[in-house]
């Protein structure tokens, strides 16, 4: 039972456009949302967070948005850079729980 | 500030041998956790301590794995006897105490795992 879902297992985008990574979740009980970053050989490391009561947080070049009602939130990164290309995971939390669930990864690429 | 360290980085083993994994949290981090990370999947939780008592092991394979945190500081998982669909990447993560927004996870670099 997949209850967060990345369809989109690769995206490649031209440097300097905006690259927009998608994740839908299934558990309505999930109030929290973290998106991890991760290069090959490395551990993910922590990129941006929103909590359910928000429908966006803004940190730098980063932005996440929240649709509590379709279920799905979007990274957007603007703009994009080399540096960027990596695997990003969306993974989703309940409240009291610290158990993270995350999704199956999409491998952004972006072409100089 | 020191990050997670794990060991070993990489590891082959034959089917029905044992394998530990160690890892070091940040300092001052009371809760740890493992994944196990299959190519293609995202990370899977297996176990989280909360300083040294078990949270959460809902997902860890008991008759073949098994894990201990050591003064609520180290943690070893270990798996016995492995089989050939415990190939995987293993990920150590640490956090502060719980209870705490953003509920940040810090991740060490893993461990794979090859069982042929």
């Known amino acids: 039972d997949q209850q967060v879902k990345q369809n989109s297992p690769s995206l490649s985008v031209q440097e300097g456009r905006i690259s927009i990574l998608n994740c839908d979740y299934t558990?309505?009980?999930?109030?929290?949302f973290l998106w991890y970053k991760k290069y090959p050989a490395e551990g993910p490391t922590f990129l941006i967070s929103i909590s359910s009561i928000k429908d966006k947080n803004e940190d730098g070049r980063f932005t996440v948005f929240l649709n509590k009602s379709a279920k799905h939130l979007s990274l957007h990164i603007v703009p994009s850079q080399p540096g960027d290309s990596a695997v990003y995971f969306c993974?989703?939390?309940?409240?009291?729980?610290?158990?993270?669930?995350f999704g199956t990864g999409t491998r952004l690429t972006i072409i100089p | 500030e020191a990050g997670v360290a794990q060991s070993p980085r990489y590891k082959i083993i034959e089917k029905r041998q044992s394998v530990a994994f160690w890892c070091n949290p940040i300092s001052g981090h009371a809760t740890l956790y493992w994944y196990q990370q299959i190519l293609g999947q995202g990370p899977k939780l297996l176990i989280q301590f909360q300083n040294n008592g078990v949270v959460d092991d809902s997902q860890l394979p008991k008759d073949r794995f098994s894990a201990e945190r050591l003064k609520g500081v180290d943690s070893t998982l270990k798996i016995q006897p492995a089989k050939l669909e415990d190939s995987a990447v293993y990920l150590c993560a640490s956090s502060l105490t719980s209870g705490t927004t953003p509920y940040e996870q810090y991740f060490g670099p893993g461990t794979r795992l090859t069982v042929t």
């Open positions: 558990n309505s009980m999930f109030d929290y």
């Open positions: 993974a989703a939390i309940v409240f009291g729980n610290e158990k993270l669930t």
